[in-house]
């Protein structure tokens, strides 16, 4: 008997030690284990209006056909939202103004990516200038997301590493990306289908998101963060956007990569 007592306080102590050992190594976020890509993907955004009757016959169709792969655009590394920055409009956010505000951003539609205005009325040419994103290599960091639902409660475990050395201030945002808003849209219908549209950011509240680092890169960034989705937001319909940011002056200056989840 005493021998096999001691044998299961033996497994008992294995078994405690194992787990402390686990905890130690997520650091209590879950997010240290998460795959990141080594790839480089595209941040575009759109700025629309409901009262806008060219976002319907050009604007959206070209931004939400990245997104489904038009052109020869690959589709699953595209990340962005619709902004709907006028406050006549019923899917209007007070952070989306400020966005299309400090990313000179002109009226709707307008095509943007990685702050690089040029294209803005071209949807050609922001169709190429994506897929020149994507083709670039050896990025210098990439984003892992790890989302856990539970009714309208969610959980984004994120993981930022860092490929190359990187110095300066950087932060991380995510953006809330709603599909499926049905609304009136000029030159559409009544009940036109509105996606990727922004609904506001989960890390602080703020546009750009919460400092990562100022001064060298570590080698990863992990974190934990919530949201839970109220008022007119449908849950299920509902995908998060992260972005680092490098930043200058408490403003964002590049977005060296994204991703979606």
């Known amino acids: 008997m005493k021998r096999l007592f001691i044998l299961m306080l033996s497994v008992v102590v294995a078994f405690s030690f194992s787990a402390c050992d686990k905890d130690d190594d997520d650091n209590g976020s879950g997010a240290s284990s998460i795959t990141v890509k080594e790839e480089q993907q595209a941040f575009v ?28 655009v690959d589709g699953d590394r595209v990340n962005g939202v ?81 490929f190359n050395s990187m110095s300066g201030t950087y932060n991380l945002a995510i953006y809330i990306s709603e ?13 036109y289908v509105h996606n990727h549209t922004f609904r506001g950011e989960v890390t602080a509240n703020n546009a750009w998101g919460v400092e990562m680092f100022s001064g060298s890169s570590p080698s990863d960034f992990t974190d934990s963060f919530t949201y839970t989705a109220s008022g007119s937001v449908v849950a299920d319909n509902v995908s998060f956007v992260a972005v680092v940011y490098e930043m200058d002056g408490g403003v964002p200056v590049s977005s060296p990569n994204s991703n979606t989840r």
Request: negative net charge.
């Open 179 to 191: 599909d499926g808003i049905i609304a009136n849209q000029s030159g559409g219908t009544a009940d």
């Open 45 to 72: 955004l759109l700025t629309t209006a409901t009262w806008c009757g060219y976002c319907a016959s050009w604007g959206i169709p070209t931004f939400e056909g990245a997104f489904n792969g038009d052109d020869g």
């Open 82 to 162: 619709a902004l709907h920055y006028s406050d006549t409009d019923p899917m209007y956010h007070e952070m989306a103004a400020t966005i299309k505000s400090q990313f000179a951003i002109g009226g709707p539609p307008n095509l943007w990516i990685e702050f690089d205005n040029t294209h803005n009325l071209n949807p050609g040419g922001w169709v190429s200038a994506i897929k020149s994103r994507q083709a670039e290599n050896s990025p210098d960091c990439g984003i892992g997301m790890n989302v856990k639902q539970d009714g309208n409660d969610f959980t984004i475990d994120v993981r930022v590493k860092f």
